[in-house]
C-alpha cells in the first residue's frame, strides 16, 4: 500500500489518533535541548488537524512534562494531550515520585555521584529527570562520549541495576520507572476511542511505540536506519508536509 493510500485510509477512520515523539520529528535536534522548538510548518499542520472532527493530537516524549509544555509551547487550555517520561507522566498529572521515596532519594544521589563523573569531560552533561537522569553528549566527542557513558553506565550498574536504560540520539537515560511510549500510546487510544493511530518518532525509543501499532495504524519514521515503520521521510520538515498532506484529506471527509 502506497502512502497516499494509508493516508486516505486512515482520512477516512472514525476517531484519528496523531501520536508524535518531539526532538527530532516535529523539532530539529538542538545542542541546548530546551531551545527546541517546533518547525512553524509542523504546527500549522496540526492546528489544522486538531481542529478537525473526532481528530485528536498529542506528543508523546521522553522529556519530562514540565519540559515538554515549555518546548511545545503549551498551555493549560492547550487541544494537544501530553505524555511525558516515556508515558509515566499524563496531561496534568503530577510526577507520583512521592510515592517511591527510597527511589527518588536514590534518583537524587545518582544524579549528584554521575554529575560528579563526567564534570571533567568537555560537552557532557547530566540532566535530572522525574523519575532518572540523562546523559547528554550532543556537544562531546565522540572518544568523550563513549568515556562519559561507561562512567555512568558503571555507577548505575553498581547502585541501581534494575534501571530501564535507553539510548537514544546523544542521550543516554536510566530510569527506575520502565514505562515506554507504546504504553503511551495504547492508554491515549483508549481514552480517546480512537480507531486508527498515526505515530510518528525519529529515535531509538520510538521503536517500541512503532512496533505496537495496530493493522490499520501508520507508523511513520523521521530520519534514517532500520525501523518498524512503514513509511520513512528524512526530517522533521518531511513530516511536516506529510502531517499537512493528511490534514486535508481527512478535512475532506470529515467536513463535507
Known amino acids: ?21 518531539f526532538d ?31 481528530t485528536t493530537v498529542a506528543f508523546v516524549s521522553g522529556r519530562t512534562l514540565h519540559d515538554l509544555r515549555i518546548v511545545t509551547e503549551e498551555t493549560p487550555a492547550s487541544v494537544f494531550l501530553l505524555a511525558g517520561s516515556h508515558g509515566a507522566e ?23 555521584a554521575t554529575g560528579a563523573a563526567v564534570d571533567g569531560i568537555d560537552g557532557a552533561w547530566i ?5 532518572g537522569l540523562g546523559l547528554h553528549t550532543r556537544l562531546a566527542t565522540r572518544a568523550d562520549a ?8 558503571a555507577i548505575v550498574a553498581d547502585r541501581a541495576p ?37 505515530f510518528a518518532g525519529d529515535d531509538v525509543t520510538d521503536e517500541d511505540a512503532l512496533r505496537s501499532l495496530a ?5 511513520v519514521h523521521v530520519g534514517e536506519g532500520p525501523t518498524a515503520a512503514s513509511v520513512q521521510v528524512p526530517d522533521a520538515a518531511a513530516l511536516a508536509v506529510l502531517l499537512a498532506d493528511l490534514a486535508e484529506r481527512r478535512a475532506a471527509v470529515r467536513t463535507h
Open 1 to 21: 500500500m502506497t502512502t497516499a493510500e494509508q493516508l486516505d485510509r486512515l482520512a477516512r477512520t472514525g476517531h484519528l489518533l496523531v501520536a508524535l515523539d
Open 24 to 54: 527530532g520529528t516535529l523539532a530539529p535536534l538542538a545542542d541546548e535541548p530546551m531551545a527546541a522548538r517546533m518547525l512553524p510548518e509542523s504546527r500549522a499542520a496540526l492546528n489544522a488537524l486538531a481542529a478537525l472532527p473526532e
Open 90 to 112: 499524563f496531561g496534568d498529572d503530577e510526577p507520583a515520585v512521592g510515592a517511591d521515596a527510597d527511589a527518588t532519594r536514590l534518583r537524587d544521589d545518582l544524579i549528584a
Open 127 to 131: 540532566e535530572p529527570k522525574a523519575f
Open 146 to 153: 563513549d568515556a562519559a557513558a561507561e562512567a555512568v553506565g
Open 162 to 198: 534494575d534501571w530501564r536504560r535507553r539510548d537514544g540520539h546523544d542521550i543516554l537515560e536510566y530510569a527506575f520507572r520502565h514505562e515506554g511510549k507504546d504504553g503511551a500510546v495504547a492508554t491515549m487510544r483508549e481514552r480517546v476511542g480512537a480507531t486508527a493511530v498515526l
Open 215 to 219: 493493522p490499520g495504524d501508520l507508523g
